[in-house]
Each structure stands twice: as structure tokens, then as C-alpha cells.
């Protein structure tokens, strides 16, 4: 069983539409990371957590640490957001040591 | 301005035939990462150096090696490639390992 699961795998969206992928965790963690790829391998770092809630323009990341879970939302969306949004994991007891959920693919439909 | 540059972003090499990836990075990051992507999955990390200190994933084949002669560069050699090897090999550096990571553009890598 992965350590990072995200739900959906693959989520189809009208514009203009509120969209949510959600990621759980089930180790202890430092930091979460929220990233984007798109079509030919780009990667971006979209926000890291540690706790709370993050804005940044029309996306918004929040972490229930209690809970491992993670929600990434994203709304008004456009076709431009279609990409893959993976969800990682930063373990708290070992620098470095990463580990990725499976990604979630959107496409967002004019 | 480019923060994490991999070089070449295409690269075909032959079965067998060593080959050499390079990332450096501008951003001075204490840490630097190397992943490999296959289609339609999550990057899987290879290794990474924290400083010149070398981690090696256990699940990473003897056929990958680094190489991190200075805090700017880190290379990937690829000793003896195969074709499961062909893939999408990204670069990241993080200043300290707990924040956020920056990723160079990727070098697909073509094996034939």
C-alpha cells in the first residue's frame, strides 16, 4: 500500500467549475507539498504545509495533521489548469526522504 | 532567470552504452535530488545529497550513480542502460531538505 494516496486518479472538469483532489498520508510527516506537472514533464512547486490553510491566487491547499489528510482546491477553473497534481510527503524523522502520491490527472473543458 | 538547469533535455543513447545526465542549480541549496518518471507515474527518487553526504534509496538499481563535485552540479551516470530505463529523469534542489524543492525541466532519456 502506498504511504500517499490521492483521490481521484483522473477528474474531468467544466471551466468555471470548483475542483477538489484530495491526498491522505498514513506517516508521520514534517511538511506536505502540493506540486504540478504538466504536459512535457514541468514540474512546479504549487505550496508546502505544515499546518492550516495556504492561498495563492485561485488555488487553495489545506492539511488537517490530526486527520493525514490533505485537500487541494482550485477554483474558477480553466483549461490552463489541466495537469497532473501530485501530492508529497516529507517525513519528519528523515531529511530528505520524500514520498509521492500517484497523481491526479485534470482536465479542465472549455 | 533558470534556477535548476539539466542538460541535455533530450538525450538518446544506445542499450548498453553509459550515459551521463547534468543538473546544476544557481540557488546554492544545500540539497539536490535526482528522480526518474515513467509515463503515467509519480517521480520515483533516486538518490540525493545533502551536501557532499551521498543517500542512496535502497530500491535504486546499482546501475545509477552520482556524482556531486561541487554544491552547483550533481550527475546522474547511467553505467549500462536498458530499455526499462528509458524515462523522464528530473532534477530538484531544496535549500535544507524540509522545504520546498525546486525542479529543473527533465531530461528524457531515449534508450535504443
Known amino acids: 500500500k502506498n504511504e500517499v494516496e490521492q483521490s481521484p486518479q483522473n477528474l474531468t472538469a467544466q471551466e468555471g467549475e470548483f475542483i477538489t483532489i484530495n491526498c491522505s498520508y498514513s506517516?508521520?510527516?514534517?511538511?506536505l507539498h502540493w506540486l504540478q506537472q504538466h504536459p512535457g514533464g514541468g514540474i512546479v512547486s504549487l505550496f508546502m504545509?505544515?499546518?492550516g490553510k495556504k492561498k495563492h491566487g485561485r488555488l487553495i491547499a489545506t492539511i488537517n495533521i490530526q486527520e493525514k489528510h490533505s485537500s487541494l482546491h482550485i477554483t474558477a477553473s480553466h483549461p490552463r489548469d489541466s495537469a497532473v497534481y501530485i501530492c508529497?510527503?516529507?517525513?519528519?524523522?528523515?531529511?530528505?526522504?520524500?514520498?509521492f502520491g500517484r497523481g491526479t490527472q485534470l482536465t479542465v473543458w472549455p | 532567470d533558470a534556477m535548476v538547469i539539466q542538460n541535455p533535455r533530450y538525450q538518446v543513447t544506445q542499450f548498453g552504452k553509459p550515459v551521463t545526465l547534468s543538473c546544476s542549480q544557481t540557488?546554492?541549496?544545500?540539497?539536490m535530488y535526482w528522480y526518474q518518471q515513467k509515463s503515467s507515474q509519480a517521480p520515483k527518487l533516486l538518490f540525493h545529497?545533502?551536501?557532499?553526504?551521498?543517500?542512496n534509496e535502497a530500491d535504486t538499481p546499482d546501475n545509477f550513480q552520482s556524482r556531486r563535485p561541487n554544491t552547483s552540479f550533481c550527475f546522474l551516470d547511467i553505467r549500462s542502460p536498458g530499455l526499462g530505463d528509458a524515462a523522464m529523469y528530473l532534477c530538484?534542489?531544496?535549500?535544507?531538505?524540509?522545504?520546498?524543492?525546486?525542479f529543473g525541466p527533465g531530461t528524457r532519456l531515449l534508450v535504443l
Open positions: 530538484a534542489t531544496s535549500r535544507t531538505g524540509r522545504e520546498t524543492q525546486y
Open positions: 506517516v508521520g510527516i514534517s511538511a
Open positions: 504545509l505544515s499546518s
Open positions: 545529497y545533502y551536501d557532499k553526504d551521498f543517500n
Open positions: 540557488l546554492n541549496h544545500n540539497v
Open positions: 508529497v510527503v516529507n517525513r519528519g524523522s528523515t531529511l530528505g526522504r520524500l514520498y
